[in-house]
């Protein structure tokens, strides 16, 4: 007995030596290297693949767009795998801790650096990609002669293609190909290192490149999945080089593989779209794409085989039919955005390449509703939509207020017939509609379409192109407005939506008013008659400066020589004395120089030389040079300018007015003197007091043009009440209180944040609602230290806040998650809840101002757009 626990007090005592990391000895080296890779390494690692697994399971490819090599999930997706992401980081922290032996600059612990690295991989996974690549680079340098670095360098490059800075990532993967090229790659770094490079050349753009790596990976990866996923984007690569009979032969490589039905399905419509016009006839494609069309396995895929039927119809010359096609692909779609987005912009392209620009905006118009901001060339499309909605709203104020002349100009009698038979028409179509809506609802489908049956019909209120235009006439007639609760008040219009209550104080609208707003009711078309000689005029000037707009667009955004020219002449016919005269003349001798019209051109350059001698334009004609010297000139106006305003901050008014005048005295340049005579008027006020800042404000607004009017206009607007003049020129404060967008400082990405909850106090447990985001902390950003707080932000409200956030996007993250978290969301139900960011420098303005509407504003415009 006593032999027996002598033994086992011997080996607790060895074991307890063997712990130890302080000595270098053989036993102890064997134990740390045995206990980290089968205790916390094991567990850590376990956490990571089956996270990464459980992300690939819910991962929804985008077939509209080349697949991904690597199936991450979506940004909602992560959110479920960060409690794994973070066990795996918290074990591998438990390795380093307690198990690295590191003598004389070198680790004896083999799992040390596989730890740094498992960190930089969970890290990745979560998307925290700046933790993931300072770990990562971290592992590299502290590890610079293992080969486990070079699987770090490719991580590392993963985390550059992840943050789209594409430029940084190709010297880590030479790194690491290099390595390759000698053999002395780690086996999965072996398997990983021609996807990451096939994923770097296809983000690229470099699709030919991305061949060789994919077929290089597909030799390396024998697994099922990754192999289906390698060919079906090589599949997707070759079509997109327009090598077709490549890509076909994958496709149909991939359906022997019997792959899940999804990819079946996309291989089968893809391999379809490969068909060659000129080599063969596309019947037996077309009844294969028909059959699947009555697969009910394929009701949610209608829109993506009638977009397949379109391409082939295309490629067949049938226009018409393909047309048709993609106007079903968008009845059918469902569920699916980037399909749906892609065939609205299929529309709007077409016609934009036929000129049609009014049905093209409708498309486009469309399609902006539904476009996801990750869709490629989103800013393009953007960028085009708003110069086809520009031209088509000039198009539609000149038809409108041509319509609304006309009837202007007949007979009572002769007018009321028209508007008789304008409110037939519009009951007729009021009908359709809703037989049409109650053919959709038993059908259970919806469709967004453009109406552009009567697009040529020459009277605007019954021109079906109005339809999409609705929110271009919106701002045509109400300006381009911010929200705001109850805004047309400004206009002392009242409105009636039928919800008030009896005894309230609301004015009601009498008979009269009523009937304006009622398209059966002649007044409703009356009321924008133009009867009187006022009228008239108010009418003409937005159709002289619709003309002027229209011929701008047509020449500077879209190019349309002769289209600009006809709207510039016309409208120089139709007002011989307008103000836009000038720049009319110049942009015809721009526009006849480039159709290379030069009698016309040196027409118009006559016209201006003649008529405005010391003009921009006419010195800019006469002198070659004059571009360069008005740009060096502008240089030194800059520097200039930036003493200026230090002065200005520094509270030195008497010599920013100085140093204003001097500048106004020897610059030309326009915007430059614009903001030399705002920076005046500003330093005026602060010297003289309000009214002298009112009359210098009003000389700025009425001499600039831009930013300078822009600026001047909103601080004019407010100068009726206790104005403070503003200690920076960018701010406007107004009764003490700054207007929303210069209250509040915008944040850079690196600023510390807080997130905020605020809650009614009627109902609300406060401590239960606590207690839910402390465990919701405690399970998706436990290694971060949150701390929650709260306090009174009025005898109504709560104010919960999180803190901190190093940086604004962990605060968005951080707010995304929580809108995602249904136990959140049920504590916070019938609370009246308002959550947000907000940086810790405007943190206290939004306590002191205690003003949520006037933030949510701001927060809307500067985190929630970007």
Same mark, same amino acid.
């Given at each position: ?12 005592l ?16 064997a ?15 376990e ?25 991450e ?10 409690p ?77 293609i ?5 430029s ?6 030479a ?12 086996k999965?770094?072996?398997?990983m ?7 770097y050349?296809?983000? !690229? $753009?470099?699709?030919? *490149?991305?061949?060789?790596? #994919?077929? =290089?990976? %597909?030799?390396l990866? @024998?697994g ?12 997707q690569?070759?079509q ?17 593989k019997?792959p ?18 000129? !080599? $063969?006839?596309?019947? *037996?494609?077309?009844?294969? #794409?028909? =059959?699947? %069309?009555?697969?009910? @396995? ?19 010359k ?17 569920k ?7 065939t ?30 990750d ?5 393009n ?40 038979n304008?409110?037939?028409?519009y ?13 959709r609802?038993a ?12 697009a ?18 919106f ?36 008979d ?19 009867l ?7 009418s ?70 003649s008529g ?21 000139q ?13 002065f ?70 407010f100068?009726?009440g ?8 960018s ?11 210069d ?14 909850c605020l809650?009614?106090?009627?109902g ?7 207690a839910?985001?402390?465990?919701f ?10 701390t929650?707080s709260?306090l ?12 901190n ?36 420098d ?10 949520e ?14």
């Amino acid at each position: 007995m006593r032999k027996s626990h002598l033994l086992i007090l011997t080996l607790l005592l060895i074991a307890a030596s063997a712990c130890s990391t302080k000595k270098n000895t053989a036993t102890r080296r064997a134990y740390h290297n045995l206990t980290s890779h089968f205790n916390a390494y094991f567990n850590g690692n376990e956490a990571l693949k089956e996270g990464t697994a459980n992300l690939a399971n819910v991962h929804q490819d985008n077939y509209t767009q080349i697949i991904s090599i690597f199936p991450e999930g979506s940004q909602n997706d992560v959110q479920a795998i960060v409690p794994l992401m973070d066990r795996s980081i918290e074990k591998a922290y438990k390795v380093i801790a307690r198990h690295s032996m590191e003598f004389k600059g070198e680790e004896n612990v083999k799992w040390i650096d596989d730890s740094y690295i498992m960190i930089g991989k969970a890290s990745f996974m979560k998307r925290d990609y700046e933790k993931a690549f300072s770990t990562l680079d971290y592992a590299t340098k502290k590890y610079s002669k293992n080969p486990e670095r070079f699987e770090a360098y490719l991580w590392m490059a993963r985390t550059m293609i992840a943050r789209n800075k594409l430029s940084k990532t190709s010297s880590y993967l030479a790194l690491v190909e290099s390595a390759q090229n000698e053999g002395t790659l780690l086996k999965e770094t072996n398997k990983m290192l021609p996807m990451v490079q096939a994923d770097y050349q296809i983000k !690229s $753009g470099n699709l030919e *490149a991305s061949i060789d790596y #994919l077929k =290089k990976a %597909l030799q390396l990866n @024998k697994g099922k999945k990754t192999q289906v996923r390698l060919m079906f984007v090589l599949a997707q690569v070759y079509q997109r080089l327009d090598r077709n009979a490549e890509a076909l032969a994958m496709y149909q490589k991939i359906l022997k593989k019997n792959p899940k039905y999804e990819i079946a399905f996309h291989a089968r419509i893809f391999a379809a779209q490969c068909y060659d016009a000129n !080599s $063969g006839s596309s019947t *037996a494609i077309v009844k294969e #794409l028909e =059959k699947m %069309l009555k697969d009910s @396995k394929n009701d949610d895929y209608r829109d993506e085989i009638y977009f397949a039927l379109a391409n082939i119809a295309f490629k067949d010359k049938k226009e018409k039919e393909g047309i048709d096609y993609l106007i079903l692909s968008a009845k059918y779609s469902t569920k699916n955005v980037y399909q749906k987005s892609s065939t609205y912009l299929k529309l709007g392209e077409l016609f934009f390449d036929k000129r049609d620009y009014k049905t093209s905006q409708g498309y486009y118009d469309t399609c902006m509703t539904v476009l996801p901001k990750d869709y490629p060339n989103y800013e393009n499309i953007k960028n085009r939509h708003e110069v086809l909605s520009g031209l088509v709203l000039n198009l539609t104020t000149i038809e409108l207020e041509d319509s609304l002349q006309r009837l202007a100009k007949m007979s009572e009698v002769d007018r009321n017939a028209v508007i008789d038979n304008l409110i037939q028409q519009y009951i007729q179509e009021e009908e359709r509609k809703k037989r049409e809506e109650r053919e959709r609802m038993a059908a259970a489908q919806n469709s967004n379409l453009p109406n552009i049956a009567n697009a040529n019909s020459n009277w605007y209120f019954y021109n079906a192109q109005t339809v999409a235009m609705g929110k271009s006439e919106f701002i045509k007639k109400w300006g381009d407005r911010e929200l705001a609760p109850l805004w047309r008040l400004e206009n002392k219009q009242i409105m009636d939506f039928g919800f008030t209550d009896a005894g309230s104080d609301t004015i009601p609208m009498d008979d009269s008013a009523k009937a304006a707003t009622n398209p059966r009711d002649r007044s409703f078309y009356l009321k924008d008659v133009p009867l009187t000689p006022e009228r008239i005029t108010a009418s003409n000037r937005k159709i002289e400066k619709a003309y002027f707009e229209l011929g701008r667009i047509y020449k500077t955004e879209l190019q349309e020589f002769n289209d600009h020219i006809k709207a510039h002449e016309t409208l120089l016919q139709r007002f011989d004395t307008t103000s836009y005269k000038l720049e009319a003349w110049y942009m015809l001798y721009s526009s006849n120089k480039s159709i290379q019209n030069e009698a016309r051109a040196q027409y118009y350059k006559n016209l201006i030389i003649s008529g405005f001698p010391d003009s921009e334009f006419a010195k800019i004609i006469s002198d070659p040079d004059y571009w360069s010297k008005v740009a060096a000139q502008k240089d030194v106006g800059e520097s200039y300018y930036e003493d200026t305003y230090q002065f200005y901050l520094n509270g030195s008014y008497n010599k920013v007015i100085t140093r204003a005048d001097s500048a106004l005295t020897n610059f030309k340049e326009l915007s430059l003197r614009g903001r030399f005579d705002f920076l005046k008027a500003l330093s005026i006020g602060k010297m003289y007091g309000n009214d002298s800042l009112k009359t210098r404000m009003t000389y700025v607004s009425n001499h600039y043009s831009g930013d300078v009017k822009v600026r001047a206009d909103e601080l004019l607007a407010f100068l009726g009440g206790d104005v403070q003049i503003p200690t920076d020129s960018s701010d406007t404060q107004v009764n003490n209180t700054v207007v929303p967008k210069d209250l509040y400082k915008i944040a850079a990405n690196d600023d510390i944040h807080l997130y905020v909850c605020l809650i009614d106090i009627r109902g609300a447990n406060i401590n239960k609602i606590k207690a839910a985001f402390s465990d919701f902390n405690r399970t998706y950003f436990g290694s971060d230290n949150l701390t929650v707080s709260n306090l009174y932000l009025t005898d109504s409200r709560i104010m919960l806040s999180v803190s901190n956030f190093k940086k604004k996007t962990d605060g968005m993250t951080y707010l995304r998650f929580t809108q995602n978290d249904r136990g959140l969301m049920d504590a916070m139900t019938d609370k009246n809840a308002t959550t947000f960011i907000i940086s810790t420098d405007n943190y206290p303005i939004f306590y002191k101002s205690k003003d949520e509407t006037k933030y949510m504003e701001f927060f809307n415009r500067y985190y929630l757009s970007e």
